[in-house]
């Protein structure tokens, strides 16, 4: 009787997307067709955004849950990540490999990331497939069945993966140091990917409390697009996930504040595998939801965004000082990073790279950007939206990082009137604002061979 | 306060329900409705006077252009000792023209918001463009003239060496890339496949420009080559933009590359390992020689890879990840090509599992002969191939890469519509004659790993294993290791 719910108490509430002019076109108008994405709130607090869109006989299904790597418990870093891979495990209903049964093996796909705020569960299926993969994204957010066999195969996987994705890779610990050395109190300071030690020391009853306190409806977003009947679709909701009760109690948050840097640092580190050295630079950047967020965006294209950016252009190009070279404006919920990096093209000194990057960036924080470069961020920026509106998937991404990061699903359409109305001096005064005066962070990831200068040296001869 | 105290396990693990209700009130799961059909975008083609080959797939939506120029020549025509040689003719496209230099080109196409890349693979070099199709006559004089007009300078060929060399570096510290760089020697031997499609650090510092030029003059021909637009675009205006901005191409006799090269020795199975010591994990790969991509086998053995190493339903990944926890993923792949072909199954695991890994991998491969794919099984397998089809298919940039490959195999057009029947007409017994005539036989098994970690329990399933320090690999070489 619990999951028959009265029509009047399923209120759906619809709130139509605005997609009208908030802020006049600038100068050149690039027409990205707005999604027109439907609202709904179940009472059991599960918020649904759905875009009906007959392109193509397939169907793009993503839960996002609001729980990430940050919310690892203590001493037990990658825990979420481990988590995520054991909700293909299912329950009594939805058994261990049913969730492929109705993705992959009716030609669909599914698989799930775990980011330091959110974890996304996502699939593509043929659209008359819709209905079977809505009633089993619900039966996993009811409540799962392990046991410790699945547990402990599965835990394996997650860390053949960490071997994989950092034991294997010449710079895999280099990525791991940039958030370890970048934060001093925020749990993003902990690899997302976990150690192999903390992912041993976890345990089933662990994996079993952590659904409990975080995959409740209240705690998730279900995206839907693509080719569906909205009234056929909004009855499947209904019936399967307005069917799960909202737990009591409230559920536990991250507050833990990351202060503003004292001094700069310089953490060094040396590894057998690295062939070349790789330097990272970082600050602190502001949340996602800052209202600086469309101007860093656009500073990071101008800065390192393809061939003609300036990093890549004076430190690859010209002075051939590094084969690679890159800046993201990494911004997250709590707060975000500034991240320039490089690997160090052979033979080149670690000190001069250093201060060929610190004069970039010193220069740009002075003179600030051309007009032509801004526009050609933004014409960068926008293609790159469009093209991610080539899919269904692409699309609910997009409704999914708006919806749950920005904390407003309208922003997936007005936000590129924002980034449209950024100025050359907005570009010049978001750069100043997060690195002038501002300490910084440095993470030198180098080979071992450089270690003892003695070393070195006999190298050289022979 | 250390906000983690707010959710002890202790407290959790009592606090935590089952829930015991079915969804929906349904134990299983509800049926699907009938499914639909999917068509694509019907490639239509005209050819210009000067023998170019223009193809035009229209699709309106979303205003935006992908656009491919393909010459039908790849890595496998590397000359002798110059290994790397087409791909960094195909590379140095994009780095100056007789008229632009590397930068104008990067900052003209990027100020149009798009991208530009050119290279070479196996069979084929290109050079690609996506951009908004309000955009696409620029991005199309540049697409041309980098085509038509590079310049091949000095610097940008020694600033391309060096950063290659580089990227060689790093790619030799890997044990999963290396790995693929030993199976294509093991496979080919000393075919026109053999060699590193890359360049290897000797190969790469002995290109000299001389050879670059000779490579674009002979392949880069409007005769050797396809102009492939898809998007926002018609046949009327794609035909005019071909003669538009590749009208002026000059016909040159056209260029062959003369019959293959076939491997010098008769293929036989062989077992190597390469010992790198700091390997973090170690690459596991069984590999042996297949089918051309014009074999009439091609669809069966499609289905066949399928079964065994697409997706996370596949044999392999159900043995090795699913019921053991040995790796992240496993897969295996139908790598055929114009001339020859290899088919190959590998997964990443810990330094002390490989020996494991080796042998479950062998045994599936065998498995394939012995336990039909058939009924469930081959209807998933070719729900796996025809889903992953359309979703290619789904981008603009997926569809100039399809009908690429058609093109560069020479299969016609309409391929494009009959993929999805061609695999669901595949039967159990094409899949098992497929296993029976091509993979009965052993293959080759290459490990990239720590040595010590396996060798001793690997040499009871292989007892004759060929092993190479890391330092002693030398990939120019058929016999993979330096001269003494």
Partial sequence: MKFLFAAALFCFSFSPALFSAEDPAPSR?????????????????????????????????????????????????????????????????????????????????????????????????????????????????????????????????????????????????????????????????????????????????????FHATFYRPD??????????????????????????????????????????????????????????????????????????????????????GGASSRLYQALVYEQQIAQAVSCSADLRADLGLLVFRMVLASGKPVAEAKKSLADQIENVIKKGVTEAELDKAKSRFLTSKLLERETSSGKASALGEAAVMYGDAARVNTDLAKVQAVTTSQIKDVLNRYITGKKKVVIEYLPESMKSPAKETSEKKS | MNPRTLFSFGVLFFATIQYVFAIGGIDTPPPPSAPSDITFAQPKEVRLENGLRVIVAERPGLPLLAAELLVRTGAEIDPDGLAGAASMTGSLLTEGTEKMSATQIAVAIESLGGAINSGARWDASSATVVVMSDKAEAALSILSDVVLHPAFKQEEIDRLKKQTLDSLRVVMQQPGALARYVTDRVVFGSSEYGHAAGGTTESVQA????????????????????????????????????????????????????????????????????????????????????????????????????????????????????????????????????????????????????????????????????????????????????????????????????????????????????????????????????AAKHLATPPSLVIVGKAPDFLEALKKDFPTVRVIPHADLDLNRVDLTKAK
């Fill in chain 1, 29 to 209: 108008v690039v027409s990205v067709p707005p999604l027109p994405f439907k609202h709904v709130t179940l009472p059991n607090g599960l918020q649904v955004y759905t875009v009906e869109d007959h392109k193509s006989p397939t169907v793009a299904v993503q839960v996002w849950y609001h729980v990430g790597s940050k919310d690892d418990p203590e001493g037990r870093s990658g825990f979420a990540h481990m988590f995520e891979h054991m909700m293909f495990k299912g329950n009594e209903r939805l058994t261990s490999e049913m969730f492929d049964n109705l993705t992959e093996n009716i030609g669909g796909q599914n698989n799930a990331y775990t980011a330091d705020d959110v974890t996304v569960y996502h699939e593509v299926v043929p659209s008359n497939y819709l209905n079977p993969i809505l009633w089993a994204e619900a039966e996993r957010m009811s409540g799962l069945t392990l046991n410790d066999q699945n547990f402990a195969s599965e835990r394996d996987v997650v860390k053949e993966e960490y071997r994989q994705r950092i034991l294997a890779n010449p710079y895999g610990e280099f990525y791991l140091d940039i958030d370890r050395q970048s934060f001093a109190a925020h749990p993003y300071k902990r690899p997302g990917i976990g150690s192999i030690e903390e992912l041993e020391a976890s345990k089933l009853p662990e994996v079993r409390a």
């Fill in chain 1, 219 to 304: 705690n998730a977003t279900l995206i839907v697009v693509g080719d569906f009947k909205q009234e056929e679709l909004d009855g499947w909701i209904k019936k399967y996930f307005g069917a799960i009760p909202k737990p009591a109690g409230k559920i536990p948050r991250v507050t833990v504040k990351e202060p503003p840097r004292k001094q700069d640092e310089l953490k060094t580190s040396y590894s057998a595998k690295a062939p070349l050295p790789a330097i990272a630079l970082t600050y602190l950047l502001p949340s996602v939801r800052s209202k600086d967020a469309p101007a860093l965006s656009l500073a990071e294209e101008i800065l390192a």
């Fill in chain 2, 207 to 434: 290109i000299q420009r001389d050879d670059l030029v000779k490579i674009y003059k002979t392949y880069y021909t409007p005769e050797n080559a396809t102009l492939i637009l898809a998007g926002d675009v018609t046949l009327e205006q794609g035909k005019k933009y071909a003669q538009q901005f590749f009208g002026d191409w000059k016909a040159e006799p056209s260029a062959s590359k003369g019959p293959p090269r076939p491997n010098t020795a008769e293929w036989k199975p062989e077992n190597v390992v390469v010992d790198m010591p700091e390997a973090g994990q170690a690459s596991v790969t069984v590999a042996k020689p297949a089918i051309k991509r014009d074999s009439p086998d091609y669809y069966a053995g499609l289905v066949t890879n399928a079964a065994l190493g697409t997706g996370f339903v596949s044999r392999l990944n159900h043995e090795i990840r699913i019921k053991r926890g040995l790796s992240y993923g496993a897969r295996s792949a139908l790598d055929s090509r114009r001339d020859g072909g290899s088919f190959f199954a590998s997964a990443q695991t810990k330094n002390e599992s490989a020996s494991e890994v080796a042998a479950l991998l062998q045994s599936e491969l065998k498995r394939l002969g012995t336990e039909p794919v058939q009924g469930e099984e081959l209807k998933s397998r070719q729900a796996v191939l025809t889903g992953g089809y359309a979703r290619n298919l789904e981008t603009n940039r997926g569809l100039v890469a399809q009908i690429a490959s058609l093109v560069t195999y020479g299969r016609p057009l309409d391929t494009v519509n009959k993929f999805i029947p061609t695999i669901n007409a595949i039967t159990a017994a094409d899949v098992s004659a497929f």
